[in-house]
C-alpha cells in the first residue's frame, strides 16, 4: 500500500489531453513539493517535473504539473506513442524522521 | 556526461548480507546528496536511503531501517548501501540516484543509474 495514491491505469488516443492524479496528506504533498517520474519499459525513472511545477531542461512543455492542498495532478498534452510509460509521484513527508513516499504508480496507454 | 552505475547486487540466502556500490562520473560528486531506490519486480518505486553530501546526514525507510547503512567515499566518487539481515521481500532492482537541486537528498531524484538486481532466495 503506497503513502501516495494514483489510479493503476490511465489511457489516450494520440493528440488527446491525459490527466494523473496524485492524493496524499497534510505531511507529504500538503507541506513539501511533488516530483514526478517517468519509466519507459525496461528504462530507469527520469525526472519528469520537479517542485510542483517545474520542468527540468529538456522535458517538452507538453508536460505540466499542479498542486493544490494535499493532492497534484500531472498533464499531458498532445499524447504522442512514445509517452506510454509508467509514471510516478513522490513527495517527502515530514512523518517520523523524514522520508521519501512514492505513489503506485500510474501505467499509460496510448490507444 | 553524467553516470551512475550500480554494482554488488547478486543472489543471498535470508538472514545474508550484500554490499551495494555506486560509481559516479560526469559531476562533482561531493556536490550532490545521493539516495538508494528500489523496485521490487513488478512493483512501484520505494526509497531505501539517502545521504547528504559529506555524510553528516543519512536517512532510512522504515522497512530497511537498523539492517542497511549508507556511506559515501568522495575521494572515490562513490556511493555504498551496506544490506544486513536480508529478507525475501528486499529482493528488487536498486537504483543509486543523484539529488536534483544538491548537496541534501529531500529535492527529487535525477539522474539516476540502471540498477543492480538483488534476489534474496533460499
Known amino acids: 500500500q503506497s503513502v501516495l495514491t494514483q489510479p493503476p491505469s490511465a489511457s489516450g488516443t494520440p493528440g488527446q489531453r491525459v490527466t494523473i492524479s496524485c492524493s496524499g496528506s497534510?505531511?507529504?504533498?500538503?507541506?513539501?513539493?511533488v516530483y514526478w517520474y517517468q519509466q519507459l519499459p525496461g528504462t530507469a525513472p527520469k525526472l519528469l517535473i520537479y517542485?510542483?511545477?517545474q520542468r527540468p531542461s529538456g522535458v517538452p512543455d507538453r508536460f505540466s504539473g499542479s498542486k493544490s492542498g494535499t493532492s497534484a495532478s500531472l498533464a499531458i498534452s498532445g499524447l504522442r506513442s512514445e509517452d506510454e510509460a509508467d509514471y510516478y509521484c513522490?513527495?517527502?513527508?515530514?512523518?517520523?524522521?523524514?522520508?521519501?513516499?512514492f505513489g503506485g504508480g500510474t501505467k499509460l496507454t496510448v490507444l | 556526461e553524467v553516470q551512475l552505475v550500480e554494482s554488488g547486487g547478486g543472489v543471498v540466502r535470508p538472514g545474508g548480507s550484500l554490499r551495494l556500490s555506486c560509481a559516479a562520473s560526469?559531476?562533482?560528486?561531493?556536490?550532490?546528496?545521493m539516495s538508494w531506490v528500489r523496485q521490487a519486480p513488478g512493483k512501484g518505486l520505494e526509497w531505501v536511503s539517502g545521504?547528504?553530501?559529506?555524510?553528516?546526514?543519512?536517512g532510512y525507510a522504515d522497512s530497511v531501517k537498523g539492517r542497511f547503512t549508507i556511506s559515501r567515499d568522495n575521494a572515490k566518487n562513490s556511493l555504498y548501501l551496506q544490506m544486513n539481515s536480508l529478507r525475501a521481500e528486499d529482493t528488487a532492482l536498486y537504483h543509486c540516484?543523484?539529488?536534483?537541486?544538491?548537496?541534501?537528498?529531500?529535492?527529487?531524484?535525477?539522474?539516476w543509474g540502471q540498477g543492480t538486481l538483488v534476489t534474496v532466495s533460499s
Open positions: 540516484a543523484r539529488d536534483f537541486l544538491g548537496g541534501d537528498y529531500s529535492r527529487g531524484f535525477d539522474p
Open positions: 560526469g559531476f562533482t560528486f561531493d556536490d550532490y546528496g
Open positions: 545521504i547528504n553530501w559529506n555524510g553528516g546526514s543519512t
Open positions: 497534510s505531511s507529504n504533498i500538503g507541506s513539501n513539493y
Open positions: 517542485r510542483n511545477n
Open positions: 513522490a513527495a517527502w513527508d515530514d512523518s517520523l524522521s523524514g522520508r521519501w513516499v
